[in-house]
């Protein structure tokens, strides 16, 4: 094993929390040194864009920074570096690369690592045509299936089912989901404005079979031909997109004293973090979405969200910067469908009181409320009405204020 001089500043994961965070630091004036430790061969690159514009073929990967930043910055970054073991007792990892085994040591430590997507759990999961979707070679691979495909099936309506369901729709396939909730998005938006969304498919074109799930995936000659649903229906396909969510990648963690928790523990697992990302150990930070950060009153939450992920590499940046904090942010994500953008604002939860406020048949805007008080906003469509509520999140808004 070859061990390499200690890194001030050393990273796991080259996706978009690492690569903000370093930029932040940068930005706020640090000079030591910043080293990158990417799985991927692919430089760091931008997650939202696969189940859309990469699928669609309009965009090939979207890197979040060109190779001249890196350079320039003085960061440095290591691709296809696994990392293996992590000791924070002796301020070092190990990490396997084209084969090489290696010791890096370091004064400060983020893990900034992701999910890895959950196979599908039955009989046929591993036949030809069977996808997942996570990386930008995922997508590669299953927008090279998708062109000789006539019919889809995905398996999911989360987030990243219902964008590639739509991107399907788009290439002109014809598009099954199936859901065992009764609406798409329903533990993201609750069940009214699943409804909303489950229209905007419907007319697209896409058949939605909810409250229902998929049991089986049948072959021939090794390839998939369909998948057999927990109802006895049997769905033809020439591509599956298993879109049913991902756990976090902890098992390089093992023996290293860093709390984890199980993704069926409260807070959806994850690294344990307390509210500003501190692990449970000295010098050793964690963001994005496998770390799993305390909020002010100790409630723990694991957040798998672009703008949540950019938000927490700034908390870290300041702190290791020793800067002041940034300002509280309000939740935010969005999603693109069917040529409409569909946001969230706050923290709205799905069993919220909902309060749609316009909906022209296509687009719409709701409000969710709690105890009478403003929790959050929806919107598809509506963007510049939806982000004016964004100040009344930061403040406890009665519901009451904002109805006719």
């Not at 903000?20 to 990417?38: C, D, K, N, P």
């Not at 756990?247 to 290293?256: K, R």
Request: glycine share 14%; hydrophobic share 40%.
């Amino acid at each position: 094993m070859t061990t390499e001089p200690d890194r001030d500043l050393l990273i796991v994961g080259g996706g978009l929390g690492g690569c903000r965070l370093a930029e932040a630091l940068r930005g706020h004036g640090f000079t030591g040194s910043i080293t990158i430790l990417s799985g991927e061969e692919h430089p760091p690159y931008d997650r939202p864009p696969l189940s859309k514009s990469v699928l669609l073929g309009t965009d090939d990967r979207v890197d979040l920074k060109s190779p001249e930043f890196f350079e320039e910055a003085g960061i440095e970054l290591l691709l296809g570096a696994r990392v293996t073991a992590v000791h924070p007792g002796q301020h070092s990892v190990e990490y396997v690369r084209h084969g090489a085994a290696h010791r890096l040591g370091y004064r400060t430590l983020v893990l900034a690592t992701g999910l890895a997507p959950r196979p599908f759990p039955g009989e046929g999961g591993g036949l030809a045509g069977v996808h997942v979707l996570r990386t930008y070679d995922d997508a590669a691979a299953l927008r090279t299936d998708l062109a000789d495909a006539r019919r889809a099936v995905v398996i999911g309506a989360g987030f990243i089912g219902c964008e590639a369901a739509a991107s399907m729709a788009a290439l002109g396939l014809e598009v099954t989901v199936v859901e065992p909730a009764a609406v798409p998005l329903a533990a993201a938006v609750g069940p009214v404005v699943g409804l909303l969304v489950a229209r905007l498919h419907k007319e697209a074109g896409v058949d939605l079979r909810t409250a229902t799930g998929a049991a089986r995936l049948t072959g021939a000659a090794g390839r998939v031909t369909g998948v057999e649903l927990t109802d006895g229906t049997l769905l033809p396909a020439d591509v599956v997109l298993v879109g049913i969510g991902g756990t976090p990648d902890l098992e390089y963690l093992a023996g290293s004293g860093i709390e984890t928790a199980e993704p069926g523990s409260p807070g959806r697992g994850g690294i344990v973090c307390g509210e500003l990302g501190h692990t449970t150990v000295p010098d050793v930070y964690a963001l994005g979405d496998a770390a799993n950060w305390a909020d002010a009153q100790g409630n723990r939450n694991r957040v798998e969200h672009w703008n949540h992920t950019v938000d927490q590499a700034a908390i870290v940046a300041a702190q290791i910067a020793g800067k002041a904090l940034p300002p509280p942010a309000v939740p935010y994500f969005w999603s693109d469908q069917h040529a409409l953008k569909i946001q969230v604002l706050g923290s709205p939860r799905p069993d919220d009181e909902v309060h749609v406020v316009d909906d022209d048949g296509r687009k719409f805007l709701a409000y969710y409320s709690r105890d009478g008080v403003l929790t959050g906003t929806a919107g598809a469509g509506r963007v510049g009405k939806l982000m004016k509520t964004r100040p009344l999140l930061l403040t406890d808004t009665p519901i009451s204020d904002l109805l006719p």
